[in-house]
């Protein structure tokens, strides 16, 4: 399984980004697509998940990011509004997949937000 992010870059505050993760070569069936954040010095957080059943965000993700899915590409998009400085971190992506069972995280993209 490879996990391939992209969209990440540096923004002013108050900016947009759009981030896109493919997930390749996968044998099972997704069951989770997510977004998770490590900021330096920080541990890695959670900001979105999808699954068939809904979505789930972070408080500090609430009203601003947005996560979708395309099934038939096997992405996942995390669209992030009204960035601020805060949100610099290296947003990474994950998938959670049956039949087999696997838990796949990708290497990652920076976004950094400052003006």
């Known amino acids: 399984v490879q996990l391939q992010a992209s969209g990440g870059g540096l923004v002013q505050p108050g900016g947009s980004l759009r981030l896109s993760c493919v997930a390749s070569n996968i044998r099972g069936t997704i069951n989770l697509m997510g977004w998770y954040r490590q900021a330096p010095g920080k541990q890695r957080e959670h900001v979105a998940t999808?699954?068939?059943?809904?979505?789930s965000y972070a408080e500090s993700a609430k009203g601003r990011f947005t996560i979708s899915r395309d099934n038939a590409k096997n992405t996942v998009y995390l669209q992030l509004n009204d960035l601020k400085p805060e949100d610099t971190a290296v947003y990474c992506c994950r998938v959670i997949s049956v039949l087999p069972t696997r838990d796949d995280w990708g290497q990652g993209t920076q976004v950094t937000v400052s003006s």
């Open positions: 999808i699954t068939d059943n809904g979505t």
